[in-house]
């Protein structure tokens, strides 16, 4: 009967006419059609146990399952045809099974049994199968089942086999890392190989090892020699039509030792010094008209600047990147800004040589370019060259899409503020960004311009003047118009100067003034932050044109009743004044105190060793104890302005050695949402609508004390554990008082890689009263190979549950990374 049916069933339909038909379907619904159909055909001719075309029929169902359709029923099939003797049904079983089987199905482990048998076979082909599928696919029971036999494979004298087996060591490693001791000592005899094929997937096999290990990394560094032997070998040999790829040799091999090159010779001098000559050879003759060339002088690069080389061989590499700037081919020049970025600070002097060459592709049409070539051009500024990078970058801020706007005004007041040549370019400077970058500026550009005008007291005439000059001929630029309110609030009286430097006298009257912060008021496409500057700018005007004090008042009083709700309470608070408060009106809007030594900081990489100073405290207010510069905060009369101003939260003041550390804003913005009952921190002319105008100068500043060191520490806890990074707590009470906490930071490192720069911030509610004492270093070495501490200091006077927000940055593998956490798992031990 069985004989019957398969007479009269029709051969199945071919793969290549299956291929044919579903590609001649016009929509998506006719493919599915022909799909669906033959699915149901496969099914059937799978349920009658058809071996004659079995084969034939996991083909094509291999086929639909790459077009995405489901093929999962085709699992069992794929096992029958793997334990097939015919070497045509093994490859297409093995393939099914790297398709559609994988370690989270445990049918692939009835596929285990074949796979050791296959191992075994006397055909290599058939071995080479097993091989590739078991390292497709292995799982974790399945490599310590078969690592032995992959193992003995490594030794066989076949290459071709050989080679398919290292591959397949390489995936059972990736996998299971603790087999890793089992191949090293087959893999010492691999490099001795003549055959290219088991060269190179022995140096895969070797560089996986040293990244997975820091012990195997130190036991293939014994290697160097021999693998200097072979890319000499290869740079030296002559024309070979078997590995020759567009006149050089080997490419393929050549990349992959100077990668693991790399790898050894990170951290290790001697290792180092053994192939610094074989760089400097493929350095100068690797044939650079190929894109072949082209790779292979990229990783010499790489390598070159990842190791301890020589000053000359890093000269080198940093030329080469210039050569590549030159070539027509976008895709090497962005490769080559891409890599100086992550360079420079490695060889500053030898990227500034190519500075001209980077400048010149901020024109570039292509903006991948333009993006790497502007953030590069940032890290090359320094005091000699800061006029002329200034002003390109100034350039292709009116220029530039709106995208890079926003970031690259942030950046050249950075820039200015680090390396200005004098006050009033630095001033300038902010005024041209501010007018050419328009909208697109960020807040915080507009409280570093603030705060440059307010503390250069010599030329506050100089800038209330150009300010009222720009806000003249254009007041639809927010952020220009805010800097302005502000700063005419300020210093009003100084638009009158007889004579500011060679600046011609401003011609404008008291009348001209109040008119013009009444457009910004009155114009629709002013923002609220806008009007919330021009509003207070025309209140303190009040106390510097006494003789326009009607007029204000009257200005003022229309916003009583604004629809918005902060113009309002402004309103209505300052009309009060007026009428309740005027004898004390001239004292409460005079003059804010001076802002000393603020680093004027929108990102902390750009401090160098500067203290945290809050922007509205006096500069007397942070003081050190004489303790290895720890600092702590004490009252001040500016402090109670602070009340107005900020939510309930506190900055924490910084070591004074960090090397990055941003200003107030900053820790401002670092503890965020700490506390979701308080309005959010502005700048000095907002104020929040939550409180009364007089609360903050009536208002007393709780009292701060000295923390001492105390006893009955607690069991350290992990506050931070991320990217081999961690950041441990010990708690204690300070002299086993309730409201005083002394907390010791510690920071290791698990990676294989260094920590540079490393800097701790903390930050915690208004409530406390936090310190840091300097840390004991900047790098954390590899490998829990050593560690830095940090002491801070707590104040708890109201025993609350402690809270703190961290933010922790550090550089590694030339790479800046930003963390932040927050803590609030504290014992309650320490204020209870």
């Known amino acids: 009967m069985n004989v019957l049916k398969a007479v009269s069933m029709p051969a199945p339909k071919r793969l290549r006419d299956l291929i044919r038909e579903i590609r001649s379907s016009r929509t998506a619904a006719d493919e599915r059609a022909v799909v669906n159909k033959e699915c149901a055909s496969i099914r059937e001719s799978f349920r009658d146990q058809d071996n004659t075309y079995r084969c034939r029929n996991v083909a094509k169902l291999l086929y639909i399952h790459m077009l995405g359709y489901p093929a999962h029923f085709g699992q069992l099939e794929c096992m029958k045809l793997i334990a097939s003797p015919r070497f045509t049904d093994k490859r297409i079983g093995y393939l099914g099974a790297m398709l559609l089987l994988d370690e989270r199905q445990d049918v692939h482990l009835l596929i285990t049994n074949s796979l050791k048998n296959d191992l075994g076979h006397q055909t290599q082909y058939i071995q080479s199968l097993a091989l590739c599928t078991l390292g497709a696919i292995c799982s974790a029971e399945m490599s310590r089942d078969l690592a032995g036999e992959v193992e003995r494979m490594i030794k066989s004298s076949n290459a071709y086999i050989k080679k398919k087996a290292i591959l397949c060591a390489f995936g059972i490693i990736r996998k299971v890392p603790d087999l890793m001791e089992m191949y090293i000592p087959a893999t010492r005899s691999l490099l001795n190989e003549k055959n290219h094929g088991v060269l190179l997937t022995a140096v895969c096999l070797i560089t996986e090892m040293s990244e997975k290990s820091p012990d195997t990394l130190h036991h293939f560094r014994k290697l ?162 800061v006029r002329g990078m200034m002003k390109e970058l100034l350039y292709f801020l009116e220029t530039c899409d709106p995208e890079f706007k926003s970031d690259c005004c942030s950046n050249i007041v950075i820039a200015a503020a680090k390396y200005s040549p004098n006050k009033r370019w630095h001033i300038d400077t902010v005024l041209k960004v501010l007018t050419t970058a328009g909208n697109y500026i960020k807040g915080d550009v507009v409280t570093v311009a603030i705060q440059l005008v307010s503390e250069t007291s010599q030329l506050h005439a100089y800038s209330v003047q150009q300010l009222y000059r720009l806000l003249s001929n254009d007041i639809s630029q927010q952020p220009l118009a805010q800097v302005a309110a502000w700063c005419i609030g300020e210093y009003g009286e100084l638009l009158h100067s007889a004579t500011v430097e060679e600046e011609e006298p401003l011609q404008v009257s008291n009348d001209e003034v109040i008119s013009l912060l009444e457009r910004i008021l009155a114009n629709n496409n002013s923002s609220v932050v806008t009007k919330e500057y021009a509003i207070t700018a025309l209140m303190k005007l009040s106390s510097r044109f006494s003789d326009c004090s009607a007029r204000l008042r009257q200005v003022i009083a229309q916003y009583g009743s604004s629809t918005n709700v902060e113009l309002q309470q402004r309103s209505v608070e300052y009309s009060n004044l007026f009428v309740k408060f005027d004898n004390m009106r001239s004292a409460l809007l005079e003059h804010m105190p001076l802002i000393e030594a603020h680093p004027h900081s929108l990102e902390e990489n750009f401090l160098d060793g500067q203290e945290e100073v809050n922007l509205l405290a006096d500069s007397t207010s942070s003081q050190s104890n004489g303790h290895g510069g720890n600092l702590i905060n004490q009252p001040s009369e500016n402090g109670d302005i602070l009340n107005i101003l900020s939510a309930n939260t506190s900055p924490a003041a910084a070591p004074a050695n960090n090397k990055s550390g941003g200003g107030a804003a900053d820790l401002l913005d670092l503890l965020g949402d700490l506390t979701t009952d308080a309005p959010p921190v502005i700048n000095n002319s907002v104020l929040p609508p939550a409180q009364n105008l007089l609360d903050g100068f009536l208002q007393p500043t709780p009292p701060q004390s000295n923390l001492v060191n105390g006893s009955s520490s607690l069991s350290p806890m992990a506050v931070f554990n991320k990217n081999n990074l961690l950041v441990e707590f010990t708690c204690q009470r300070a002299n086993n008082d309730p409201t005083r906490t002394v907390i010791d930071m510690k920071a290791t490192n698990s990676s294989v890689f260094p920590m540079l720069d490393f800097v701790f911030q903390a930050a915690v509610p208004k409530s406390f009263q936090l310190s840091l004492q300097s840390p004991s270093g900047t790098t954390i070495p590899p490998v829990n190979g050593g560690h830095i501490t940090q002491v801070i200091q707590l104040n708890n006077p109201q025993k609350q549950p402690i809270r703190m927000r961290l933010k922790i940055s550090y550089s590694q593998n030339g790479n800046m990374v930003n963390e932040m956490a927050e803590v609030n798992t504290f014992p309650s031990e320490l204020w209870q």
């Open 224 to 385: 160097v020699p021999q693998l200097v032997r072979i890319l000499k070998n290869l740079i030296m040999a002559g024309y070979s039509p078997e590995h020759d790829v567009s006149g050089v040799s080997d490419p393929f091999l050549q990349v992959k030792i100077l990668r693991l090159l790399r790898i050894l010779g990170r951290g290790d001098a001697e290792a180092s010094e053994t192939m610094n000559d074989i760089l400097a050879q493929v350095a100068t003759n690797t044939d650079t008209s190929k894109n072949v060339g082209h790779a292979i002088l990229y990783e010499i690069v790489l390598t070159i600047m990842g190791i301890q080389s020589e000053a000359g061989l890093r000269v080198l590499a940093v030329n080469i990147l210039g050569r590549f700037l030159l070539n027509n081919d976008k895709n090497i020049r962005y490769v080559a800004l891409n890599t100086l970025l992550r360079v420079v600070s490695a060889d500053y002097n030898a990227v500034q040589r190519h500075r001209t060459t980077i400048v010149d592709c901020l024109k570039d049409p292509d903006i991948s370019i333009r993006r790497r070539a502007v953030e590069l051009s940032f890290a090359l500024i320094n005091p000699n060259n």
